[in-house]
């Protein structure tokens, strides 16, 4: 792939794996490189910095970003490494497994130079579960000012809380303080907080420093909070990727929409979705 010249759309930092379903289906699984197949798919110029092992899953899933359009030359193979593998991520917890592989060994060493500017930097939550990718995360999140751009964050909280039982809420103050912006389902709410309504989750997330939160209920309705200001968007039915409706919300703030706009925008555009993640 040639060398990228001039400015992105965004850069996706973090996670990318391939996502086995409850049907036997392999998949694009991870958090960034969902959401950046999505921004991809959406026309914005899209980076993927993650890592892959030296097999046939890393193969497929790199044939499968390719096809997509997202530019690849952050994205290494590493000798030695698998590929990580999620089994039915969205299913019940006792169901869901991950077997870890090269994407949490990305380091904040290979992140791309800072004179690769990008709109929004944004960042999977999931790669905060262990160093060295903890370190990439949060350093792709406090560099995205000096990138001429903004930060936006993945939460992942159900998943942070699942695979590793001494990951506590400290883990995640220093990414929420350096987020602009934040996307999170109910399931993570719910692991942050309890049984806590919407309105007093996104009061919580905001108060660690995000001006947005971006909140899919479990229903498929958004609520999202603008500094002080909540909106609710309903939704038809709940998206079929819970990647899409995140994914074109922060489209949507890379282009330069009011942050209502593009949370309105995205619901239609995850409604529109059909299929969860790209076949490999």
């Known amino acids: 792939m040639t060398p990228m010249s001039g400015a992105l759309d965004w850069l996706a930092v973090g996670d990318v794996a391939e996502e086995r379903t409850a049907d036997g289906l392999a998949i694009l699984g991870g958090g960034a490189a969902r959401l950046a197949a999505h921004a991809a798919a959406l026309g914005v110029r899209t980076a993927l910095v993650a890592k892959l092992g030296e097999d046939d899953a890393g193969r ?4 499968a970003l390719e096809r997509l359009k997202v530019e690849l030359q952050w994205l290494r193979t590493v000798p030695g490494l698998r590929t990580t593998v999620w089994h039915q991520p969205d299913g019940r917890a006792s169901d869901r497994r991950v077997d870890r592989g090269a994407d949490l060994a990305l380091r904040l060493d290979e992140l791309p130079p800072l004179s690769l500017t990008a709109a929004l930097t944004v960042v999977s939550g999931y790669s905060l579960s262990v160093e060295p990718a903890r370190s990439a995360a949060l350093g792709a999140l406090t560099t995205a000012r000096a990138r001429r751009g903004h930060s936006a ?3 992942q909280a159900d998943l942070l809380w699942w695979t590793n039982a001494r990951m506590t809420r400290r883990v995640l103050e220093p990414a929420l303080a350096a987020a602009d912006s934040v996307a999170l389902q109910a399931t993570d709410a719910q692991a942050l907080f309890g049984a806590v309504d919407g309105r007093e989750a996104l009061r919580l997330i905001a108060e660690m420093g995000p001006r947005l939160v971006y909140l899919t209920q479990a229903d498929g309705s958004v609520l999202l909070r603008d500094v002080s200001r909540v909106y609710a968007c309903p939704a038809d039915d709940r998206p079929r990727d819970r990647y899409a409706g995140a994914a074109a919300f922060w489209v949507g703030l890379a282009q330069k ?8 925008d995205s ?11 790209a076949r490999l």
């Open 60 to 63: 497929h899933v790199r044939d």
């Open 153 to 155: 964050l993945l939460l």
């Open 257 to 264: 929409a009011a942050p209502r706009k593009a949370a309105l």
């Open 267 to 277: 619901l239609r555009y995850a409604q529109s979705v059909r299929r969860a993640g």
